[in-house]
């Protein structure tokens, strides 16, 4: 039980372990780089491709939004991170 209350104390958050390892700027450069090849290959998969995907979009698409994700959060603790 001890060692829940640990992990769940301020020191273990996420957050303030990106903060503390000064994490958010590498983060930002390889979701950026990660949304270049992943729209450059959602670009060439969608109009070379006849478009027979069981989700409606190629993998590399789905990829490509979950890197703007990525981004936006980073984006989102430098400016919290400003704020302080």
Same mark, same amino acid.
């Given at each position: 039980?001890?060692?829940?209350? *640990?992990?769940? &104390?301020?020191? $273990? +958050?996420?957050?303030?372990?990106?903060?503390? /390892? =000064?994490?958010? /700027?590498?983060i =930002? $450069?390889? +979701?950026?780089?990660?949304?270049? #090849? +992943?729209?450059y290959? &959602?670009v060439i998969?969608?109009?070379? &491709?006849?478009g027979? *995907? +069981?989700?409606?979009l190629?993998?590399?698409? *789905?990829? #490509?939004?979950? *890197?703007?994700?990525? #981004?936006? #959060?980073?984006l989102?603790?430098?400016?919290?991170?400003?704020?302080?």
């Amino acid at each position: 039980m001890l060692k829940a209350a *640990y992990l769940q &104390s301020e020191d $273990w +958050s996420f957050a303030a372990f990106l903060h503390k /390892k =000064k994490l958010l /700027k590498p983060i =930002k $450069w390889v +979701s950026v780089a990660g949304m270049l #090849f +992943s729209g450059y290959l &959602s670009v060439i998969e969608i109009t070379t &491709s006849a478009g027979n *995907y +069981s989700l409606g979009l190629p993998t590399c698409a *789905y990829g #490509f939004v979950f *890197y703007l994700l990525v #981004f936006i #959060f980073a984006l989102l603790a430098v400016k919290k991170k400003k704020r302080k």
